[in-house]
C-alpha cells in the first residue's frame, strides 16, 4: 500500500481545510487509518485514527472541529477540519495498518504502530 496525502494550503482562523490520503495498491476490508501532525521542532503527534467497524477516535485538542470519513470506493481517507486555529499549523501525514492488534483507538495514538505513511502535506493557519 502506498498513501498520497494532499489538500493542504494556507488559511485563515475560523476557516475549513479537507485533507485527501489516497491510498494506491491492494485493498483490504480491516484497516486503521490515522492522520498525525508536526509541527517545527515539535514531535509528531496524534490527530485521530479509524479502524474498520469501528467510529473514529479524535485527540482532545481536535475533537468537535476534525472528522476523519473514507470513500472505499475510490480507498481514500479524508480528514475535515473546521474551525481551524493558529495551533493547528503543521504538517499532516496519513499513516495505514492492516495489523489489528488492539481493539482499543488509543492504542493507535502511536506513530509507531503504523509502517505505511503518506509524504505530508502543510496546513498553515494563520492569525
Known amino acids: 500500500v502506498q498513501l498520497q496525502a494532499s489538500g493542504g494550503g494556507l488559511v485563515q482562523a475560523g476557516d475549513s481545510l479537507r485533507l485527501s490520503c489516497a491510498a494506491s495498491g491492494r485493498t483490504f476490508n480491516v484497516f486503521v487509518m490515522a492522520w498525525f501532525r508536526q509541527a517545527p521542532g515539535k514531535e509528531r503527534e496524534f490527530v485521530g485514527v479509524r479502524k474498520s467497524g469501528d467510529i473514529p477516535y479524535y485527540a482532545d485538542s481536535v475533537k468537535g472541529r476534525f472528522t476523519i470519513s473514507r470513500d472505499s470506493a475510490n480507498n481514500t481517507f479524508y480528514l475535515q477540519m473546521n474551525n481551524l486555529k493558529p495551533e493547528d499549523t503543521a504538517v499532516y501525514y496519513c499513516?495505514?495498518?492492516?495489523?489489528?492488534?488492539?481493539?482499543?483507538?488509543?492504542?493507535?495514538?502511536?506513530?509507531?504502530?503504523?509502517?505505511?505513511w503518506g509524504q505530508g502535506t502543510l496546513v498553515t493557519v494563520s492569525s
Open positions: 499513516a495505514f495498518t492492516n495489523k489489528l492488534l488492539s481493539g482499543s483507538p488509543y492504542y493507535y495514538s502511536s506513530p509507531a504502530r503504523f509502517s505505511v
